[in-house]
């Protein structure tokens, strides 16, 4: 399983945080996880070591939605990393978004993304 096309928002992270400690932005507004996102993470999360940027007090969780033609019913569910490797040999290509969830104090942020499946990209000519 060979990650393509990977996108970062690790500057859009930064930019947040610096938005926040500068009083920009509210912590209102930089922890407003949405319930749905607070259970999948609760319950369908993966759990790091990485303390939550804003509150400090609770790891982060990752929790990774699927998105594709191909998928049908499968499109916007969450996936564990388990599970994305049997759908990368079954599906030709999706793409899947990592964010990353404070249960604590419901920071969210959209961490990267990348397109997985058994397709390889096209090859420029």
Do not use: I
């Not at 096309?5 to 932005?25: F, T």
């Not at 930089?30 to 804003?54: I, K, M, S």
């Amino acid at each position: 399983m060979r990650p393509r096309l990977v996108v970062d928002y690790g500057l859009a992270k930064r930019a947040a945080l610096a938005e926040l400690r500068s009083g920009q932005l509210t912590r209102a507004d930089a922890c407003d996880a949405q319930p749905y996102l607070l259970r999948a993470a609760r319950f369908h999360g993966e759990p790091t070591e990485t303390p939550c940027p804003v509150c400090r007090a609770e790891p982060l969780t990752l929790v990774r939605y699927v998105y594709g033609d191909e998928l049908g019913r499968l499109a916007g569910r969450v996936t564990g990393t388990a599970e994305l490797a049997a759908m990368a040999r079954e599906y030709g290509e999706f793409r899947v978004y990592v964010v990353e969830v404070c249960q604590g104090c419901a920071w969210n942020h959209l961490s990267r993304s990348y397109v997985l499946g058994h397709e390889e990209p096209p090859s420029d000519p």
